[in-house]
């Protein structure tokens, strides 16, 4: 059957089970929103940024798991999505995007609105593609979607140029791929599995360490039957928030420069780290030097990049997290291993009990952590993902919220990307349109990509944005005042400008304000109740820090702020403690 490319694009779409394409045309890509016009089974969402485009099918995926389609035109529509590409490939999260091209013959002539997009996305994609043939896009698109969806997920590119999209072809979609290159391990080497299993049994301060792979392999249900099984305490990363319930006595928090006390003391002190599904970020290790270094470590990955790449591993072992846990559970089991960790948790609990997070309520004013935690309690028994933008209030949201489910915690993590929260939040409530949708937000982060609440509202989706006022770029702010004297260079944002109520109103959202703490029960559960989206500006204390905190390049067990305690070897002088111990 004779078809265009651009129909051709689209069919390919619909064969590898792509429901959503979020998106923004311009000349080149004309072809491709004509085929996208009647396609059925697609829903294609009209963004009003090629950024926001990105971050909606970032959180698209990350609530859901499957991957979104991401179509722009070219030149700038293109170098637009720069941000949302580099942001998915450091958390791996999958999608493809699509970017037309000029006309084939005129590439490299600085023809108009041309850009060289596969040049610039290819140290941040997982793959990316120039398309030189029609004929080629059905197999391309079917290439796109299995790179990005396996191994270590990630974003692809493909670029298509506008007489290869007008190009006619016989429309055949592939059965299969043929990537001789790209064989990726899911089985874990026997042999290390045993010796992973030999060390989890004799360990008796051990730590399950886990991350964004284990919710990538959907290995949620095996972390837990591990750690339930040899009472494991649990620490998750930022990206791996959801992977096991908060709600659990063995989870003990997320550990690094934002983490409990408690959280940190546990990894200074623990015997064996079993790392599943992370990189040993910087922002979780602080000082490498002085991270972890009293533990052997087993580290599960299915990128052997990652692998000895900034800890050494004693036991390596390249393969999916979920085929892993599986295998070391059942190898544990043959072994009739029993926990060890009854001293070791009654330790962690003390350190847990004397040192929660923490914070001192104002005379006046809306603290910010009240206002998650109350997001929290009217939340709590109503299936919600939680999505946030960077900054102090990622950061307060990650300390004082409870995340009992895989895939409800939506929120940007290796980039660190300002402006994330509000489309991911959108495309979460696409993908998962019978939850409830929560971005918590900071008055400079939202307003990257506030143009996005028109798409909100023209789509009528029901996002709740709850935004902490402050005033500032609260995180810059926070490091303005402790690294360099009260500076605050650059970083006030005056609290109503822009008034955000009257532009939740302006794009036909309720809008409301909070500027005591007696108002803001209601005024979330107004918003929270409401059938469509909103918008509450809540008046927060000015010059709240997020504590503890780690200075940068510090030691992990070395934390400012929150509720005092020593140095952890002055924590285990402590007599009950020795005597646990002993």
Same mark, same amino acid.
């Given at each position: 059957?004779?078809?265009?490319?651009?129909?051709?694009?689209?069919?390919?779409?619909?064969?590898?089970? @792509?429901?959503?394409?979020?998106?923004?045309?311009?000349?080149?890509?004309?072809?491709?929103?004509?085929?996208?016009?009647?396609?059925?089974?697609?829903?294609?969402?009209?963004?009003?940024?090629?950024? /926001?485009?990105?971050?909606?099918?970032?959180?698209?995926?990350?609530?859901? /798991?499957?991957?979104?389609?991401?179509?722009?035109?070219?030149?700038?529509?293109?170098?637009?999505?720069?941000? $949302?590409?580099?942001?998915?490939?450091?958390?791996?999260?999958?999608?493809?995007?699509?970017?037309?091209?000029?006309?084939?013959?005129?590439?490299?002539?600085?023809?108009?609105?041309?850009?060289?997009?596969?040049?610039?996305?290819? =140290?941040?994609?997982?793959?990316?593609?120039?398309?030189?043939? +029609?004929?080629?896009?059905?197999?391309?698109?079917?290439?796109?979607?299995? @790179?990005?969806?396996?191994?270590?997920?990630? =974003?692809?590119?493909?670029?298509?140029?506008?007489?290869?999209?007008?190009?006619?072809?016989?429309?055949?979609?592939?059965?299969?791929? %043929?990537? =001789? /290159?790209?064989?990726?391990?899911?089985?874990?080497?026997?042999?290390? @599995?045993?010796?992973?299993?030999?060390?989890?049994?004799?360990?008796?301060?051990?730590?399950?360490?886990?991350?964004?792979?284990?919710?990538?392999?959907?290995?949620?249900?095996?972390?837990?039957?591990?750690?339930?099984?040899?009472?494991?305490?649990?620490?998750?990363?930022?990206?791996?928030?959801?992977?096991?319930?908060?709600?659990?006595?063995?989870?003990?928090?997320?550990?690094?420069?934002?983490?409990?006390? *408690?959280?940190? !003391?546990?990894?200074?002190?623990?015997?064996?780290?079993?790392?599943?599904?992370?990189?040993?970020?910087?922002?979780?290790?602080?000082?490498?030097?002085?991270?972890?270094?009293?533990?052997?470590?087993?580290?599960?990955?299915?990128?052997?990049?990652? @692998? $000895?790449?900034?800890?050494?591993?004693?036991?390596?072992?390249?393969?999916?997290?979920?085929?892993?846990?599986?295998?070391?559970?059942?190898?544990?089991?043959?072994? /009739?291993?029993?926990?060890?960790?009854?001293?070791?948790?009654?330790?962690?609990?003390?350190?847990?009990?004397?040192?929660?997070?923490?914070?001192?309520?104002?005379?006046?004013?809306?603290?910010?952590?009240?206002?998650?935690?109350?997001?929290?309690?009217?939340?709590?028994?109503?299936?919600?993902?939680?999505?946030?933008?960077?900054?102090?209030?990622?950061?307060?949201?990650?300390? !004082?919220?409870?995340?009992?489910?895989?895939?409800?915690?939506?929120?940007?993590?290796?980039?660190?990307?300002?402006? *994330?929260?509000?489309?991911?939040?959108?495309?979460?409530?696409?993908?998962?349109?019978? !939850?409830?949708?929560?971005?918590?937000?900071?008055?400079?982060?939202?307003?990257?990509? +506030?143009?996005?609440?028109?798409?909100?509202?023209? %789509?009528?989706?029901?996002?709740?944005?709850?935004?902490? %006022?402050?005033?500032?770029?609260?995180?810059?702010?926070?490091?303005?005042?402790?690294? !360099? %004297?009260?500076?605050?260079? +650059?970083?006030?944002?005056?609290?109503?400008?822009?008034?955000?109520?009257?532009?939740?109103?302006?794009?036909?959202?309720?809008?409301?304000?909070?500027?005591?703490?007696?108002?803001?029960?209601?005024?979330?559960?107004?918003?929270?109740?409401?059938?469509?989206?909103?918008?509450?500006?809540?008046?927060?204390?000015?010059?709240?820090?997020?504590?503890?905190?780690?200075?940068?390049?510090?030691?992990?067990?070395?934390?400012?702020?929150?509720?005092?305690? $020593?140095?952890?070897?002055?924590?285990?002088?402590?007599?009950?403690?020795?005597?646990?111990?002993?």
């Amino acid at each position: 059957m004779r078809t265009s490319g651009a129909e051709a694009l689209v069919k390919s779409l619909q064969a590898e089970g @792509i429901e959503v394409v979020f998106g923004y045309p311009g000349g080149v890509a004309l072809p491709i929103f004509d085929a996208l016009y009647d396609a059925e089974g697609i829903r294609t969402i009209l963004v009003r940024h090629e950024q /926001g485009a990105v971050h909606a099918a970032d959180g698209y995926a990350r609530a859901t /798991g499957r991957p979104a389609a991401v179509v722009v035109t070219s030149g700038p529509g293109a170098t637009n999505t720069v941000t $949302g590409i580099a942001n998915a490939y450091m958390d791996s999260i999958p999608m493809v995007v699509f970017t037309a091209q000029v006309d084939t013959h005129v590439i490299g002539t600085d023809a108009f609105q041309e850009s060289d997009i596969t040049g610039i996305t290819l =140290p941040i994609t997982k793959h990316n593609y120039l398309v030189h043939d +029609s004929a080629d896009i059905p197999r391309v698109v079917k290439e796109a979607v299995y @790179i990005a969806t396996t191994g270590r997920p990630g =974003p692809v590119l493909i670029d298509v140029p506008v007489d290869v999209s007008k190009g006619e072809l016989n429309y055949r979609h592939p059965e299969s791929v %043929n990537l =001789p /290159g790209y064989k990726p391990t899911y089985r874990g080497h026997a042999r290390q @599995i045993k010796n992973a299993a030999t060390l989890i049994a004799k360990a008796r301060k051990p730590l399950l360490y886990a991350g964004g792979g284990v919710l990538s392999s959907g290995a949620w249900k095996e972390l837990k039957e591990l750690a339930e099984l040899m009472q494991l305490p649990v620490v998750t990363t930022l990206m791996g928030k959801g992977a096991f319930p908060e709600d659990h006595h063995l989870f003990v928090g997320m550990p690094g420069m934002h983490g409990g006390r *408690f959280t940190n !003391y546990a990894i200074t002190e623990t015997d064996l780290l079993i790392a599943v599904g992370v990189r040993f970020d910087d922002r979780v290790t602080g000082k490498l030097a002085a991270f972890a270094t009293k533990a052997k470590v087993i580290h599960v990955d299915i990128d052997p990049a990652e @692998i $000895g790449k900034n800890r050494p591993a004693d036991v390596p072992i390249v393969g999916d997290a979920k085929s892993v846990l599986s295998a070391i559970v059942a190898e544990l089991r043959k072994m /009739g291993a029993e926990p060890k960790t009854d001293a070791w948790m009654r330790v962690i609990d003390d350190w847990r009990t004397r040192m929660p997070f923490h914070y001192h309520p104002r005379e006046t004013g809306v603290m910010p952590e009240l206002v998650v935690e109350r997001i929290r309690e009217l939340t709590k028994d109503t299936p919600t993902v939680y999505c946030t933008e960077v900054g102090q209030n990622q950061m307060w949201a990650c300390q !004082y919220l409870k995340i009992k489910e895989p895939r409800t915690w939506v929120s940007s993590g290796g980039l660190g990307t300002m402006g *994330f929260g509000l489309p991911a939040a959108m495309g979460a409530q696409v993908g998962r349109p019978e !939850y409830l949708v929560v971005d918590i937000a900071g008055d400079g982060s939202i307003q990257m990509n +506030s143009q996005e609440l028109a798409t909100i509202s023209t %789509n009528k989706l029901p996002v709740k944005v709850v935004i902490l %006022n402050n005033g500032y770029l609260g995180m810059v702010r926070q490091w303005q005042e402790l690294f !360099y %004297n009260h500076r605050y260079a +650059s970083s006030e944002l005056p609290q109503d400008c822009p008034d955000f109520v009257k532009l939740a109103e302006a794009y036909g959202i309720l809008g409301l304000r909070v500027t005591t703490p007696d108002e803001l029960d209601a005024a979330l559960a107004r918003a929270f109740d409401h059938d469509g989206p909103a918008v509450v500006d809540v008046r927060v204390v000015r010059e709240e820090n997020v504590f503890p905190m780690v200075a940068p390049g510090g030691s992990i067990d070395e934390m400012l702020g929150g509720v005092p305690g $020593g140095p952890v070897s002055e924590m285990l002088d402590d007599e009950f403690l020795k005597e646990v111990w002993e």
